[in-house]
């Protein structure tokens, strides 16, 4: 018997593993990592419109982790926008290979229990273990964190960006001197060989 699965979590393949040599399977698990690093909770937060990320981080650092839904409607007004964006945030982080199919939505509303046939949201949390994952990556995008003074790939790149260009010392934006001849994708593309004046 041959068995193969792709995308589990790794306490799943674990499992499956020690399972399948009980029985002399021949397993083969393709572990996929699921959870939030700070890499991926920044690009999570710079998808988000203006309103959605306000939203998120409201919940990371003044609540914790956990905000009410009253406070957040006291700020935001009708969370029906934020929200909408949130959800859609993680489906189009799969399709543009930002992170794994699986991965967890990082907040999730809360309902109230003693009335599960009403769905009014009484609260918004995030697993306690992302809290700091988020946090950093909120400060790496504050104006002077890390992730606001590095370069961003363009729309479409797979997050690989181009070696940085230097200009010569002394040299202003307004010089009528070429600091490099850029190709197609942002190389130098060597000295110009064109036959116009």
């Not at 949201?121 to 400060?139: C, G, K, L, Q, T």
């Not at 997050?159 to 260009?165: C, Q, V």
Request: with cysteine; net charge negative; proline share 9%.
């Amino acid at each position: 018997m041959k068995i193969t699965i792709e995308g589990a979590d790794k306490n799943f393949a674990e499992k499956l593993v020690a399972l399948a040599a009980a029985h002399q399977a021949e397993l083969a698990v393709a572990a996929v990592d699921t959870t939030w690093t700070v890499e991926r909770a920044t690009r999570f937060l710079r998808s988000l419109p203006a309103g959605a990320r306000k939203f998120a981080e409201m919940v990371i650092v003044e609540g914790d982790g956990y905000l009410e839904a009253d406070r957040l409607r006291a700020d935001l007004g009708k969370l029906n926008g934020p929200t909408v964006a949130l959800s859609r945030a993680v489906p189009r982080g799969v399709r543009e290979g930002w992170w794994p199919e699986g991965i967890s939505a990082p907040i999730t509303p809360v309902w109230d229990p003693d009335n599960p046939s009403w769905h009014k949201n009484i609260a918004y949390e995030m697993i306690r273990e992302n809290v700091p994952v988020f946090r950093s990556a909120i400060a790496a995008l504050a104006p002077g964190g890390r992730a606001a003074t590095s370069p961003q790939p363009p729309i479409g790149c797979s997050g690989e960006t181009s070696p940085a260009l230097t200009l010569p010392l002394g040299l202003g934006v307004d010089d009528d001197v070429p600091r490099a001849m850029l190709g197609e994708h942002g190389v130098d593309a060597g000295p110009d060989t064109s036959s116009e004046p």
